[in-house]
Each structure stands twice: as C-alpha cells, then as structure tokens.
C-alpha cells in the first residue's frame, strides 16, 4: 500500500517509554520531511497484546500538482486526461483536490498507481480539507492543525553488518548455543546441523552464555541485524524471567549509530528454488522447525506480529506467499494480508490452526509437535 502520510513511524531501533504502559517498547511518529519526532502522544506500544497503545497523528492526503497536455471533467465522477505523450488518463475526481486550466492537484497514491512521474512537482498536504504543509505555504505559525515537533531524528540510512563478522561468529568462533541443544533432542543431529547451516544460525556469548543468534540476511546477502535470543535448552522455549532475553548484535558490539533497518529472518534462501512456495511465520524459531518439518517450503519469519509489512514483503514479488499466523492474530494478519495485496503481491492467509484446542500465541510448531 502506497502512503501519502506526512508523518511514518520511526523505523529505527529507538524506543521510549509508552504513555500507558511505561514500558520502554514505545516507537514515535515522525516528521518525514524535517526529521523530527511528532509530540510524545503520538506513537505506539509494541506490546500490542498487553498494552496495544496507539495514537495516531490527523490523516492526510499528500497531492502533486500535475499539468497535462489536455484535462476535462467527462461527468461528476471522472476527469480525461492526455499526457504530453499521448497516454490517456481517467482520474476519479475523488483524488483530485483542485483543478485550474489544464492543471490539478492529483494524490500521490493515484499518481503512483498509475505509473505518471510526480517527484520534484510541486507538493502539498491537506489534513481534514485544510492545507497544512505545502512548498508555497506561508509561516509554520499558521499552521495550528501540525502536530508539534520535538526533536531532531537521525538519518534514515541503513546500517548493515558486515560478511567478515558472520564468518568470525559462525566459522572461527564456533559455540553451542541452548536452542541446538534442545533440537537435538527432538530431530537428528544432522537435520538440525542442515537448518542451522540454512540459516546461519549462530551461537554467541554475547549478553547471555549459550545464546542463539539469528541473523537477519536479504537476498543480495546483505546483513541487516543480528537478534540475540536465550532459549531453555530442556524444553526450546524462550527465557523470559525475570526479563524478557532478547537483544541486538549491533548493541553488544556499542554500536550506538547503527539505524537498525530489518527484513525478513531467512530471506536470503528465496533464490535457492524458484518454484518453491514461501511460507512466513512470526518466529525464526519456528521457521527453521518447520524446514525441517516440511522442507518442500521456503520458510521465512517476520520475527514480530508487527514486522507483517508491504515494505518487508516487496522482495517476495512474483511468488506464491502463504501466511501462518499464530493463535490469536489470524485475524489481524488476515487484515494486514488485504493490505499487502494492494501492493501486488500475492498473499494468503492460513487457518489451519484456527479451531484447534491450542493456547493463544501457540503457533505451527507447538501444532506439529505435539502430533509426534
């Protein structure tokens, strides 16, 4: 789904404490144009089970000014329109805001959907029918509808790990890490060697002894972050007294300018077979189960409810995509999957777990093991 919004949900790794819960797991809105945060109300809790806190700044549409070579209104719905080109348009009236001579201010979504060249046109932003922000817009002073800024965001440039780390943790620096320990009790060791290779699944010391690391790799083998996770290596279940062990490579090495940009866990496999589906899950745990469980599958894992996003997905175009929520969210990926669609890109949503006696947030693994 293409967003004409002003504002976006920082996408770097900083988090305050939420309004309502107090915990530090609150992300902010900010200004995508100035780079600065949005008030401290608006934002949301990643604890959206337990917390779900969510504020959202006043919607806006983004509009372009757009001038044809020919432009008329054809009824009270509609507009034709000739591109200097030749190429024939018929607007919805709906997305246009205004139209002067052979000219009009065109939303961006309908620009971009329709493939016609807006960037460097002239912008403005409209929020409940007024003119908020705009490149002939007068003083800030007069725009009182704006959310108030606060403070200065860094770039949005990714950061990446590099090859040589991975190699180092992986290959030269070798350790056994609880989640092994566990699998191996339930797959043969060599099934279990094969997922973690997959994968690159690494041990580390790093925070807690015995972690797992999971590595976040897209299909040009660029590492995006690294997330350190403590597993209870009797029953393969994550630590999460008397905190919950989870982490980033990027913070133990003190990184502190490393903008975390994620993708998805595993998505450096898609180019492995081409004719192969994709499955996506919510966690890496389960991703690397379930290749072993059915390995005629690509499985790859968002590594949170919330990381179900077009932006992650774009990679995966062209494939068949088939979603597994876990108990409890079917709903809510059934919703972002309608949203994702609108992007092109060919998704499905699971129910196989649906109606089955198992407890929320169990997902396929939790299904599939207890058949053993």
Same mark, same amino acid.
């Given at each position: 789904?293409?967003?004409?919004?002003?504002?976006?949900?920082?996408?770097?790794?900083?988090?305050?404490?939420?309004?309502?819960?107090?915990?530090?797991?609150?992300?902010?809105?900010?200004?995508?144009?100035?780079?600065?945060?949005?008030?401290?109300?608006?934002?949301?809790?990643?604890?959206?089970?337990?917390?779900?806190?969510?504020?959202?700044?006043?919607?806006?549409?983004?509009?372009?000014?757009?001038?044809?070579?020919?432009?008329?209104?054809?009824?009270?719905?509609?507009?034709?329109?000739?591109?200097?080109?030749?190429?024939?348009?018929?607007?919805?009236?709906?997305?246009?805001?205004?139209?002067?001579?052979?000219?009009?201010?065109?939303?961006?979504?309908?620009?971009?959907?329709?493939?016609?060249?807006?960037?460097?046109?002239?912008?403005?932003?409209?929020?409940?029918?007024?003119?908020?922000?705009?490149?002939?817009?007068?003083?800030?002073?007069?725009?009182?509808?704006?959310?108030?800024?606060?403070?200065?965001?860094?770039?949005?440039? &990714?950061?990446?790990? +590099?090859?040589?780390?991975? @190699?180092? $943790?992986?290959?030269?620096?070798?350790?056994?890490? !609880? #989640?092994?320990?566990?699998?191996?009790?339930?797959?043969?060791?060599?099934?279990?060697?094969?997922?973690?290779?997959?994968?690159?699944?690494?041990?580390?010391?790093?925070?807690?002894?015995?972690?797992?690391?999971?590595?976040?790799?897209?299909?040009?083998?660029?590492?995006?972050?690294?997330?350190?996770?403590?597993?209870?290596?009797?029953?393969?279940?994550?630590?999460?007294?008397?905190?919950?062990?989870?982490?980033?490579?990027?913070?133990?090495?003190?990184?502190?300018?490393?903008?975390?940009?994620?993708?998805?866990?595993?998505?450096?496999?898609?180019?492995?077979?081409?004719?192969?589906?994709?499955?996506?899950?919510?966690?890496?745990?389960? &991703?690397?189960?379930? +290749?072993?469980?059915?390995? @005629?599958? $690509?499985?790859?894992?968002?590594?949170?409810?919330? !990381? #179900?996003?077009?932006?992650?997905?774009?990679?995966?175009?062209?494939?068949?995509?088939?979603?597994?929520?876990?108990?409890?969210?079917?709903?809510?990926?059934?919703?972002?999957?309608?949203?994702?669609?609108?992007?092109?890109?060919?998704?499905?949503?699971?129910?196989?777990?649906?109606?089955?006696?198992?407890?929320?947030?169990?997902?396929?693994?939790?299904?599939?093991?207890?058949?053993?």
């Amino acid at each position: 789904m293409i967003s004409n919004s002003k504002y976006s949900l920082d996408n770097s790794s900083k988090k305050y404490p939420c309004p309502a819960c107090n915990k530090k797991t609150f992300v902010k809105y900010v200004d995508i144009e100035t780079g600065y945060y949005l008030k401290d109300s608006f934002g949301r809790c990643d604890r959206e089970s337990k917390c779900g806190y969510y504020h959202a700044p006043p919607k806006e549409n983004k509009y372009y000014l757009i001038t044809f070579l020919f432009i008329e209104s054809i009824s009270d719905k509609a507009y034709r329109a000739t591109e200097s080109n030749g190429h024939l348009h018929f607007i919805p009236t709906s997305q246009v805001l205004d139209k002067n001579g052979n000219s009009c201010w065109i939303t961006e979504w309908w620009l971009k959907t329709n493939g016609i060249s807006y960037l460097g046109h002239e912008s403005r932003y409209i929020v409940s029918d007024q003119v908020i922000g705009s490149a002939v817009a007068t003083v800030a002073t007069a725009l009182p509808v704006a959310p108030v800024a606060t403070a200065l965001r860094e770039p949005d440039k &990714a950061s990446f790990h +590099s090859l040589n780390l991975l @190699d180092q $943790l992986y290959n030269e620096e070798p350790v056994t890490e !609880n #989640l092994e320990v566990y699998l191996n009790t339930v797959f043969k060791e060599k099934q279990v060697f094969e997922a973690k290779q997959n994968y690159f699944v690494t041990g580390t010391t790093m925070f807690w002894n015995n972690a797992t690391i999971f590595w976040q790799i897209d299909q040009n083998e660029k590492i995006h972050a690294g997330k350190i996770m403590l597993y209870d290596p009797s029953t393969g279940k994550r630590i999460k007294k008397p905190y919950n062990h989870i982490n980033w490579v990027h913070k133990a090495l003190k990184e502190p300018d490393f903008n975390l940009n994620q993708c998805l866990f595993g998505l450096h496999r898609i180019k492995e077979d081409y004719n192969k589906s994709i499955a996506i899950v919510e966690s890496e745990k389960t &991703a690397i189960i379930m +290749s072993i469980i059915v390995p @005629d599958v $690509l499985w790859l894992a968002t590594g949170s409810k919330q !990381n #179900l996003k077009t932006r992650l997905l774009e990679p995966l175009a062209g494939r068949k995509i088939v979603l597994y929520p876990d108990i409890g969210e079917f709903e809510d990926w059934i919703s972002k999957a309608e949203v994702i669609k609108k992007s092109g890109l060919k998704v499905e949503v699971s129910d196989i777990l649906e109606g089955l006696p198992l407890k929320p947030g169990a997902d396929l693994v939790d299904y599939y093991l207890s058949k053993v």
